[in-house]
């Protein structure tokens, strides 16, 4: 698998760059417009996550790869904060069927998001932070 890789600061106005590097390598790679607006949410999800959890007061760090070959991209986003464990949050695929605007919870809404619109979602708490993997394949 090839890999772009990309270093911003932890902060919410440099999501965009995320966002714009992504375009531009899923556009080379052939993705339909549709998985491309569904990739740029899920990403912005990812590194908004990241900057709220991981950004060490706002001098923190996020690394973003991109790994592609023919079959996939797989966006993987690192953040140095306190590892984060999926299992057992109750984040994971959350109904929402029924409940009332006041009835949600803020927060959590964004690993039930990204698991909606990629094909694959995955989290790994590491000694250095947390990881989160994104797949789309291609179709």
Known sequence: MKAVQLHIPAHADQIDLVRICLYGIASKLG???EDIEDMKVAVSEACSNAV?????SGEGMIEITFHHDDQALVIQ???EGSPFVLEGAGLASTPLGGAAVSELQAGGLGIYLMEALMDKVEVFPTSEGTDVWL?????
């Open 77 to 79: 986003v690192h953040n």
């Open 31 to 33: 993705f339909e417009y």
């Open 52 to 56: 709220l959890h991981g950004g060490h």
């Open 135 to 139: 797949t789309k394949y291609r179709q």
